[in-house]
């Protein structure tokens, strides 16, 4: 193989530079324009692309590796060396990073009110910028995910954007008004199949003034068979109609039987939850997974067999370190198989890159099989 004849640049060692190991697709999109890098001081930096998120890890090469703008040529036209690099910077898919819009959103809840609460301060950001209002533009820019992933969880966690910034609706206010929307739907008789936005709001504007139109919307597309991202159209539309699913209401007066008595003994949880879901729909605890889990309550007077009980359980009542977090749930019941769990460890996975709920109950957990065969998890000693 013939050689080819190098040349060290007189600007040699001045310039810095990085290099991204990349897929073809990854490549492809950033050529586009379409990604961003995000992080604050003391973040892990971030590539987010418009739906996907990855974390940028260094990594040593084995070799030094010299950089040469442009093509090497003839044998005849020495090669010039610019730079050389031995570290990249390594791509690894990662879950949206949602502590800090969880963080922004606690501080900006929105109860039917305006209650001319501060914006957010430098600290509430990161430090490394000045309070601001919680618009999409904020948002996209500080928060560690894609704008598709954004937009998911502003639906998840119950956001609205009013006047222009996004707020958090209180859950108080959101079962009201999800509460008025059920019964106002059976008062009228409205199919149940076409429930027409524009009746719904007009009709809570009359009754209502206080529910702001966008959480009434919130709430009757949260109860829809396909609930609408926060960006689309569709999540401002005031002409469309939805078709209720019914599984969802069974869930939202589960979850409201929850939060009017925290632990239920499970016999009288499942009796006075059939009383107020839709007619025909089969209930079941895995219906409130990650709201309600079902602990060995003891044993009664004369009563050899253990009772259960249902317990009402959201994430964002534990601790958020991933130790911490374990020690709190195995407090709340012994034993847990990997699906009752998982639920419990997303948010942790944001600080566990590139790891499985299951790699980390391995590692800070005993597994073990029940006597039915299943893998369950129990609390080291």
Known sequence: MAGVALRFAASFGEERYALLELDDGLLETILAGGVTVKGEDGDEACLCTPTCTYVMRMAESSNTQYLLPGTVGADDVPGVVAASVATYFELKPTVPRLVKLRRLLSKRKYDGFDDAAAPNSAADWGGAQDAKRLTTDALRSAVQCSDAQLDEALVAMHAVELQGEWRLLGITYRHQITEYVLKLIELHGWERERVRVADVLEQSAADFPDFAPQAVRHCLYALDTVSPPASTARAL????????DERKVAVFHGENMLREQKRWRSDDFFAGWRAVAPEGVELEL???????????????????QQLKHVQWLPP???PTGTKQRLTSLFNVKPVWTLDEMSVYLDDVLEHEVGRTAEQILIQ?????????????FQQRV
């Open 316 to 318: 964002d009542s534990l």
């Open 237 to 244: 539309d005031a002409e469309g109609s939805v078709t209720l």
């Open 364 to 376: 800070h957990a005993c597994q073990m099989k029940a006597a039915n065969g299943e893998t369950v």
């Open 286 to 304: 895995s219906m409130l997974r990650g709201i309600a889990v079902e602990v060995d309550g003891g044993t009664e007077q004369g009563d050899k």
